[in-house]
């Protein structure tokens, strides 16, 4: 059973950079044909997708956010990181990681709260 944990600080200042870490058990990142992504929900709207890795390594974003985003990884600890810079309070959400397996997003963390506010 795969597992995905994120962590991070749950409150960011505006203009600042918001920094996630989504810690993999159960399973490997560089697993092939695996991607690992992040995805967000703003209070009161849908799911955005922000981006992904694969297992190469390689990083994909949504083009409304790649700007602003990015997706990194450490293999030696099996986790993958999400950076947003300049957030504002837009940008407050419920973040998710989560795998993607055949197109489909088949295990999520959680999810973590992130407020951005002064």
């Known amino acids: 059973q795969v597992q995905l944990q994120e962590s991070g600080p749950g409150l960011v200042k505006p203009s600042q950079t918001l920094s996630l870490t989504c810690t993999v058990s159960g399973g490997s990142i560089v697993t092939t044909r695996s991607a690992w992504t992040w995805i967000r929900q703003p209070p009161g709207k849908g799911m955005e997708w922000m981006g992904l890795i694969d297992y190469d390594g390689v990083p994909d974003y949504s083009p409304s956010l790649k700007s602003r985003t990015s997706i990194f990884r450490d293999t030696s600890k099996n986790q993958f990181s999400l950076q947003l810079t300049s957030v504002t309070p837009e940008d407050t959400a419920v973040y998710y990681c989560?795998?993607?397996?055949?197109?489909?997003?088949?295990?999520w963390g959680q999810g973590t709260q992130v407020t951005v506010s002064s």
């Open positions: 989560a795998r993607v397996w055949d197109a489909c997003w088949d295990y």
